[in-house]
């Protein structure tokens, strides 16, 4: 699969202002600091542009990318949206700063028709932390389907790795849950993860 297009589209802080073309939505969510943005230039290979509108501290909206996607060997082309949500987790917003974040975002993740599935990123390094596990369990909850990234597995070992993944799946509590490393720096991942973006497009 080969993006053959990323830009900018828009960010909301209210229903109104979701694009008004609709497309297929991929959804990103994570802990700050996590490797979102990262993730997110490395899987469109534009740089920088997860940072035209999220800066940490700043505004928490809902950050909309359009992508082109066209099939390898192929005429097939599909277009769709990469969503960014707000880092949750985030030590340093205000009460009930978080509090207007949860209601806007779960509006959003509840009633949005196009979306397809989350992407929930968590760093290899570490064991889920309590946020990681209760977003997750808020998301199956509500069936939403998640794929678990696992961010910044250049980090560890093959090993070590495997290791985390285990943990990872352990405490979430889904023994078949798939987690995918993923790389920024190598990029790798990347494309296992636009193999199941596409085939999700194609369904
Ligand atoms: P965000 O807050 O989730 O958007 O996280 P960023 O993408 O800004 O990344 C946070 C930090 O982790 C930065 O210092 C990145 O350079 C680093 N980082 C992100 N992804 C990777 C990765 O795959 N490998 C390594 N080694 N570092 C990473």
């Known amino acids: 699969v080969i993006i053959t297009q990323a830009v900018y589209v828009a960010s909301a802080v209210e229903r109104e202002q979701y694009p008004e073309v609709k497309m297929p939505e991929i959804v990103f969510i994570g802990r700050s600091n996590v490797g979102k943005s990262s993730l997110i230039n490395s899987l469109t290979r534009v740089k920088n542009l997860a940072r035209v509108s999220s800066q940490p501290g700043k505004t928490q909206t809902i950050n909309f990318y359009a992508l082109?996607?066209?099939?390898?060997?192929t005429a097939d082309r599909k277009s769709f949206y990469l969503v960014d949500l707000?880092?949750?987790?985030y030590a340093k917003t205000g009460k009930e700063r978080r509090k207007m974040w949860s209601a806007f975002i779960e509006d959003y993740l509840l009633h949005s028709p196009q979306l397809?599935?989350?992407c929930q990123l968590i760093d290899i390094r570490h064991a889920p932390m309590r946020s990681d596990i209760e977003m997750f369990s808020w998301l199956v909850r509500n069936g939403i389907p998640v794929l678990v990234i696992a961010t910044k597995a250049d980090k560890l070992g093959k090993n070590a790795c495997a290791k985390q993944v285990?943990?990872?799946?352990?405490?979430l509590g889904v023994a078949e849950l798939s987690v995918l490393p993923y790389s920024s720096v190598k990029n790798e991942g990347r494309s296992d993860l636009l193999d199941v973006i596409w085939d999700t497009l194609l369904q």
């Open 68 to 73: 082109g996607a066209k099939g390898e060997g």
């Open 86 to 89: 707000p880092g949750y987790g």
């Open 116 to 118: 397809q599935f989350v």
């Open 166 to 171: 285990a943990l990872i799946r352990q405490m």
